[in-house]
């Protein structure tokens, strides 16, 4: 479901949606939670927050010679 930022009536009428339609609902909802298993967590973090780390240091050392 998309809105237009800002538009209010858009995002109710999207709720309402939802409101009433179970199947799609948890659909999204089962989407969104393992979307976020996928992506967030402690592993992929780490994994990630030492890529950067490594890629500083890297970029760090280069600009000191």
């Known amino acids: 479901i998309e809105v237009e930022?800002?538009?209010s009536k858009q995002f109710a009428s999207a709720i309402d949606?939802?409101?009433v339609d179970d199947?799609?609902?948890l659909l999204y909802?089962?989407?969104a939670r393992?979307?976020?298993l996928e992506y967030f967590s402690?592993?992929?973090?780490e994994v990630d927050l030492k890529r950067i780390y490594n890629?500083?240091?890297i970029n760090n050392d280069s600009l000191s010679k």
């Open 34 to 36: 393992k979307r976020v």
């Open 29 to 31: 909802a089962y989407n």
């Open 23 to 25: 199947k799609r609902r």
């Open 55 to 57: 890629k500083l240091l």
């Open 42 to 45: 402690m592993d992929n973090i």
């Open 5 to 7: 930022n800002g538009n």
């Open 17 to 19: 949606e939802l409101l």
